[in-house]
């Protein structure tokens, strides 16, 4: 095993000598990604559920929800990222299996979740919208958490940076098809240990997710319709998504086009587009009963 510390933020002073990505108990080994992953889901699913109460809302009916949603969402995220990482998969079709390893996209559990979500709810007779509204409060609590994941993993970090928040990474942990030319042409040695400097974007993600769920809980008493909490949460999710994911070296790719950050300018303007259309037709519906007066 090599020796030195195994995660460095060097201009914040701040040095991890041994992180690594497993634990055991009683011989079985445990990946820290998974149990980060899975503290993320339990986290998202009691904010969910707070919200339903404060709100009023049939708190069984989020319990067995999440249910299906959590199993979906984790289907979900990981077809969408074996799809697109084929390569890395299709000759050992066996590690698709392999979760601990981590490769999970959450644009994948996004899109899983809000359908599982809408079959749900058409089945319940309940509101769409004041699900989803619900709904993502627990999805970004659970993204904010679950990135920290990709911390331990070693992964979801951009290119080279000298800036405030730069991190370096042992090489040979890393896996190597992220190392981009620029990245090691400004590959670190110390005490004979070769290191990366990166942008750590899965600390950018998270912070920004902070931001994104403060403002959304600001917002939600005083939202104008059911669903607007959740067009905000793709807006705020997919400012951050875009720009972020630009800096990233593992996107998931169709030929040089980056499908998460093109996914998220479309449902910006997606969104946008929708919370204009309805508070447009609100005003009109307001105008109509006024005139009729």
């Not at 067995?64 to 984790?74: E, K, P, Q, T």
């Not at 403060?214 to 939202?223: C, D, Q, S």
């Not at 996914?263 to 009963?289: D, I």
Request: glycine share 10%; proline share 1%.
């Amino acid at each position: 095993m090599l020796l030195g510390y195994s995660i460095a933020f060097p201009h914040l002073g701040i040095v991890i000598e041994h992180l690594n990505k497993t634990f055991s108990i009683f011989h079985f080994s445990i990946a820290y990604y998974g149990l980060i992953i899975g503290i993320g889901i339990a986290a998202g699913v009691y904010m969910a559920v707070r919200e339903a109460k404060i709100t009023g809302q049939n708190v069984d009916n989020y319990y067995d929800f999440a249910l299906y949603a959590v199993i979906f969402s984790i289907i979900g995220a990981r077809i969408y990222y074996v799809i697109f990482e084929w390569d890395m998969y299709k000759n050992n079709l066996l590690s698709i299996f392999n979760l601990r390893a981590g490769g999970l996209a959450i644009y994948g559990a996004v899109i899983a979740a809000v359908i599982t979500l809408v079959v749900y709810a058409k089945k319940k007779n309940m509101s769409i919208g004041l699900m989803m509204d619900t709904g993502c409060l627990g999805l970004i609590l659970g993204q904010i958490i679950g990135r920290w994941g990709n911390f331990v993993n070693r992964e979801a970090f951009g290119g080279y940076t000298d800036g405030l928040f730069a991190m370096q990474i042992k090489k040979a942990e890393v896996y190597s098809g992220y190392i981009t030319s620029q990245i090691a042409e400004h590959t670190i040695l110390v005490d004979g240990i070769e290191y990366i400097q990166v942008h750590p974007t899965f600390l950018y993600e998270s912070l920004w997710n902070i931001g994104v769920l403060v403002l959304l809980m600001l917002y939600r008493r005083h939202k104008k319709f059911n669903g607007e909490v959740f067009c905000f949460y793709l807006i705020g999710y997919g400012l951050g998504r875009a720009w972020i994911e630009g800096l990233r070296t593992d996107q998931l790719t169709i030929g040089n086009v980056a499908v998460s950050q093109v996914l998220s300018v479309l449902l910006v303007v997606a969104a946008t587009g929708y919370v204009l259309f309805r508070r447009n037709k609100q005003k009109k519906e307001l105008w109509e009963k006024l005139l009729d007066k």
